[in-house]
T-cell receptor, first 115, second 110 residues
Framework: DTEVTQTPKHLVMGMTNKKSLKCEQH?????MYWYKQKAKKPPELMFV???????INESVPSRFSPECPNSSLLNLHLHALQPEDSALYLC??????????????FGEGSRLTVL | DAKTTQPPSMDCAEGRAANLPCNHS???????VYWYRQIHSQGPQYIIH???NNETNEMASLIITEDRKSSTLILPHATLRDTAVYYC???????????FGQGTRLTINP
């Protein structure tokens, strides 16, 4: 199983809503990522979890709250978002052993629209 | 991570080889060259990576110059399904941080 599964595929929310994006992988990877991608732009790194601990936060606003409940799951909790937060949110995972290639496996993304 | 420079767009005829260049003149000795691509509305997909020797897999070939300041990704027989944005990234193998540049939008024409 080389898949990273993201749900939901599409999400529409108001600025006062609280919602969550979910990501799951069963490859035994110990690093998991959130990226944000606006139209016609490259993906921007948001967060990295390593061994279920937050290791990189790219100065992301606190209205985005990541959570890694276990080594297979990664959530992104959304609260009080702005319309400019509308984007494709990509999850990825990577094996952390030094002998591996360092390849990231990406999900298909969750497309978020904030009204 | 060293910065990369890629042409913003390229065209290639179906069935021909697509050669995508990347400049990385500030690459460090322990940094690898990685290539990913992103087909419209999908997540990025790993293609290939290398340190200094040329590499080939079932998807593509990677040619790295001797001074390692530039590289070329070669898709030997491009198909319409190869239309995508191709990203060249330099990074230490296995480093957690992976940052995308602007990439090259490759269009394969029938």
């Amino acid at each position: 199983d080389t898949e990273v599964t993201q749900t939901p595929k599409h999400l529409v929310m108001g600025m006062t809503n609280k919602k969550s994006l979910k990501c799951e992988q069963h490859m035994g990877h110990r690093a998991m990522y959130w990226y944000k991608q606006k139209a016609k732009k490259p993906p921007e790194l948001m967060f990295v979890y390593s061994y279920e601990k937050l290791s990189i936060n790219e100065s992301v606003p606190s209205r985005f709250s990541p959570e890694c409940p276990n080594s297979s799951l990664l959530n992104l909790h959304l609260h009080a978002l702005q319309p400019e937060d509308s984007a494709l949110y990509l999850c990825a995972s990577m094996e952390l052993l030094k002998t591996t290639s360092g390849e990231l496996f990406f999900g298909e993304g969750s497309r978020l629209t904030v009204l | 991570d060293a910065k990369t420079t890629q042409p913003p767009s390229m065209d290639c005829a179906e069935g021909r080889a697509a050669n995508l260049p990347c400049n990385h003149s500030t690459i460090s000795g322990n940094e690898y060259v990685y290539w990913y691509r992103q087909i419209h509305s999908q997540g990025p997909q790993y293609i290939i990576h290398g340190l200094k020797n040329n590499e080939t897999n079932e998807m593509a070939s990677l040619i790295i110059t001797e001074d390692r300041k530039s590289s070329t990704l070669i898709l030997p027989h491009a198909t319409l399904r190869d239309t995508a944005v191709y990203y060249c990234i330099v990074r230490v193998q296995g480093a957690q941080k992976l940052v995308f540049g602007q990439g090259t939008r490759l269009t394969i024409n029938p």
